[in-house]
């Protein structure tokens, strides 16, 4: 097994899934490769002796690092420790190994990767429940994110409430809610709304329609 095939595994999960294409060394499984009649597994480079390693070792070398594998199956041998081995895996290495920047698929396979879920972000809100902070006259400078709710579930008729305050600059806030049903269907809805008073703090509290 070498060439463009092997370089087409995962380079940093080693080689343990090439060898699937390999005919066994023996009648063992791979995890049962250790002690006597297992197989020898040698990493060699070009010029120098193998060196023998652990079948976990040999199936964690990185692919990129490796030219070619052998099999010689059922071949008995001695190791260095006169532990007698049933089939032997040489693995070939290469000169200059280099790492490739991208890495390369198999024919017929796909790399899907999902965004998965958003983890809960924090904004700061002034404590507007306290009286104290009610009527603090230090102006209230928040910036682009004035509130998130990530987490809002809604009754049986498909409603929620939720309210927030809003920053003391005189704007226009958009609103925008996304989420989804039961039965997978993604919903989004936006609404604006202007703040035109200073400094009377009021919350906003009123329901948008989300698009399904």
């Not at 009286?131 to 498909?158: C, F, K, M, S």
Request: aromatic residues 12%.
């Amino acid at each position: 097994l070498g060439g463009n095939l092997l370089q087409q595994f995962n380079f940093d999960e080693g080689v343990k899934e090439a060898m699937n294409l390999l005919p066994p060394p023996n009648n063992r499984p791979p995890d049962s490769q250790d002690g006597y009649y297992g197989a020898l597994f040698l990493l060699q480079t070009e010029g120098h002796p193998g060196m023998e390693v652990t079948p976990l070792q040999f199936y964690n070398y990185p692919a990129y690092m490796i030219d070619r594998i052998e099999v010689f199956p059922y071949k008995m041998i001695k190791g260095s420790d006169e532990t007698v081995h049933q089939g032997m895996v040489v693995a070939h290495l290469k000169i200059s190994p280099k790492k490739p920047s991208g890495k390369p698929l198999r024919p017929g396979l796909e790399i899907y990767k999902p965004e998965g879920y958003c983890l809960v972000k924090e904004f700061y809100v002034p404590p507007y429940h306290t009286e104290a902070a009610y009527n603090d006259t230090t102006p209230d400078v928040r910036g682009a994110t004035i509130y998130w709710q990530p987490v809002l579930e809604t009754d049986h008729t498909g409603r929620v409430t939720t309210s927030f305050y809003t920053a003391d600059k005189l704007t226009d806030y958009v609103i925008v809610v996304e989420g989804i049903s039961e039965d997978g269907i993604l919903g989004y809805g936006l609404k604006t709304f202007k703040v035109s008073q200073p400094r009377r703090r009021k919350a906003f509290a009123g329901e948008v329609e989300p698009v399904l």
